[in-house]
């Protein structure tokens, strides 16, 4: 017994310090060009999900999905995020503006709760390129930050991206004058 807990203690401490060792070397490959290697990506993914999970207060969303909810919603996405995620017309095979790039919502639509999209948006996340828009749009006329409002319009938004209504349907499928 006493030989199988000192392998089993070695085995753990083994793990890590190869890692650390890997690291140290710059073996590691850190190229932006370079994709992550499966264990690299389910780790991140892991790792963001149950952090989001575990952290993120169980808020309750203000905003309703109502048709005018989401129109505004649709548009603060365009306007605030399509640039990184996408739009139903942004190529599937667009060059990777960040590293690792961030999910086209309009082919793969979030799947998280309200409470932990709005908590990764409002904080960001690290090493990502997605920065954190909490207190980024400013106060209102009464002094007010409208910033949660704002995410919150884009959480519900992007919540119902797959049950949209016919108006606000057109709306997001509408290609941008630019």
Same mark, same amino acid.
């Given at each position: 017994m006493r030989t199988f807990l000192l392998g089993f203690l070695l085995g753990l401490l083994t793990l890590p310090l190869l890692a650390f060792a890997i690291a140290w070397y710059g073996l590691f490959s850190v190229h932006a060009s370079a994709s992550p290697s499966f264990l690299e990506s389910s780790l991140a993914q892991l790792a963001l999900s &149950? *952090? *989001? *999970? &575990?952290? *993120? !207060?169980?808020?309750?969303?203000?905003? !309703?999905?109502t048709e005018e909810n989401l129109m505004v919603g649709v548009k603060l996405f365009k306007n605030d995020c399509a640039g990184c995620h996408g739009t139903p017309y942004t190529p599937v095979q667009r060059p990777p503006i960040l590293y690792p790039d961030a999910p086209n919502f309009a082919l793969a639509p979030p799947d998280k709760p309200d409470y932990q999209l709005f908590w990764l948006v409002k904080g960001g996340i690290r090493y990502s390129g997605m920065f954190a828009w909490g207190g980024q749009f400013g106060k +209102?006329?009464?002094? &007010?930050?409208?910033? +949660?409002?704002?995410?919150?319009?884009?959480?519900?938004? #992007?919540?119902? #991206? &797959?049950?949209?209504?016919?108006? @606000? +349907? @057109?709306?997001?499928?509408k290609k941008s004058s630019d």
């Open positions: &149950r *952090a *989001a *999970a &575990r952290r *993120a !207060p169980h808020l309750q969303n203000p905003i !309703p999905p +209102d006329a009464s002094g &007010r930050d409208v910033s +949660d409002d704002r995410i919150w319009t884009v959480v519900t938004f #992007l919540t119902h #991206l &797959r049950s949209l209504p016919p108006a @606000v +349907d @057109v709306e997001w499928h």
